[in-house]
């Protein structure tokens, strides 16, 4: 049985849709004239990019996913002029991040999960925290499907995405076969020695300077017959 990951708000959510109606909602709440995906795409970047910044090795203070989240929720309104004090930006954060359960499945994920989780065991490898894994969709669906620890996240692994550390230490748990969508994941996983089969998805890439898949699917539902064919010893 192949123990096959997902990235969660790439490869099974689709985190734009639910993140830009949760940030249009404040900003229509703040009473400011800009589209929720301007925000969310601001916002999605710069907190990348803080979680990139982590400092890595034994030992350095762990910064959670909630709190880059803040970080880079007050860059993205200081970015764009919107003046929000240290506590409303606060606020703002704790209410975005409530709106998880409401963030979207992919269409293929429901139907094709449970014919995956038949044959191998199915997980996640993200760059969250565990009590905010728990509020999506993904790990109502997961609870009958695998079993708490095939659920890698940041907070347990500590280290984040696309640092090779989160993708060896999760090698060194068991995990055979990544299912990335973004670009950064997918060349993360491959630059540190995971097998990958990419899923396309709408927004998402490969980086074109860096290592290609040798496996692409265009729906999860594929994935089955790609992992009979290409499953690692």
Same mark, same amino acid.
């Given at each position: 049985?192949?123990w096959?990951?997902?990235?969660?708000? @790439?490869?099974?959510i689709?985190?734009?849709?639910?993140? @830009?109606?949760?940030?249009?909602?404040?900003? !229509?709440?703040h009473g400011?004239?800009?589209?929720?995906?301007?925000?969310?795409?601001?916002? $999605?970047?710069?907190?990348?990019? @803080?979680?990139?910044?982590?400092? +890595?090795?034994?030992?350095a203070?762990?910064v /959670?996913?909630?709190?880059?989240?803040?970080?880079?929720?007050? =860059?993205?309104?200081a970015?764009r002029?919107?003046?929000?004090d240290a506590?409303?930006v606060?606020? &703002?954060?704790?209410?975005?991040? !409530?709106?998880?359960?409401?963030?979207?499945?992919?269409? &293929?994920?429901?139907a094709?999960? %449970?014919?995956?989780?038949?044959?191998?065991r199915?997980?996640?490898? @993200?760059?969250v925290? &565990? $009590?905010?894994?728990?509020?999506?969709?993904? =790990? =109502?669906l997961?609870?009958?499907?695998? +079993? %708490? $620890? =095939?659920?890698?996240?940041s907070q347990?692994?500590?280290?984040?995405? %696309?640092?090779?550390?989160?993708?060896?230490?999760a090698?060194a748990a068991?995990?055979?076969?990544?299912?990335?969508?973004s670009a950064?994941?997918?060349?993360?996983?491959?630059?540190a020695?995971l097998?990958?089969?990419?899923?396309a998805?709408?927004?998402?890439?490969? +980086? %074109? +300077?860096?290592?290609?898949? /040798?496996?692409?699917?265009t729906?999860?539902?594929?994935?089955p017959?790609v992992?009979?064919?290409?499953?690692?010893a």
């Amino acid at each position: 049985m192949t123990w096959v990951t997902f990235d969660l708000f @790439s490869a099974l959510i689709d985190s734009r849709a639910g993140g @830009s109606a949760a940030l249009g909602a404040l900003a !229509a709440g703040h009473g400011w004239d800009v589209e929720g995906t301007d925000l969310y795409d601001d916002w $999605d970047t710069r907190n990348k990019a @803080s979680q990139e910044d982590t400092p +890595d090795g034994d030992g350095a203070p762990w910064v /959670s996913f909630a709190e880059h989240s803040r970080h880079a929720l007050a =860059a993205t309104y200081a970015g764009r002029g919107l003046v929000v004090d240290a506590p409303g930006v606060a606020a &703002d954060t704790a209410a975005l991040l !409530a709106t998880l359960p409401d963030w979207p499945l992919w269409p &293929d994920v429901a139907a094709a999960l %449970p014919e995956i989780a038949r044959q191998h065991r199915v997980g996640v490898l @993200s760059n969250v925290d &565990d $009590d905010l894994f728990a509020r999506t969709r993904v =790990a =109502a669906l997961f609870a009958g499907l695998s +079993d %708490p $620890d =095939a659920v890698l996240t940041s907070q347990r692994l500590r280290a984040y995405k %696309p640092h090779p550390r989160l993708y060896r230490r999760a090698a060194a748990a068991g995990v055979q076969v990544h299912v990335p969508a973004s670009a950064r994941d997918t060349r993360g996983a491959l630059e540190a020695g995971l097998a990958v089969v990419r899923v396309a998805r709408p927004g998402h890439r490969v +980086d %074109p +300077d860096g290592p290609q898949p /040798s496996h692409e699917v265009t729906d999860l539902g594929e994935l089955p017959a790609v992992l009979a064919r290409n499953a690692p010893a």
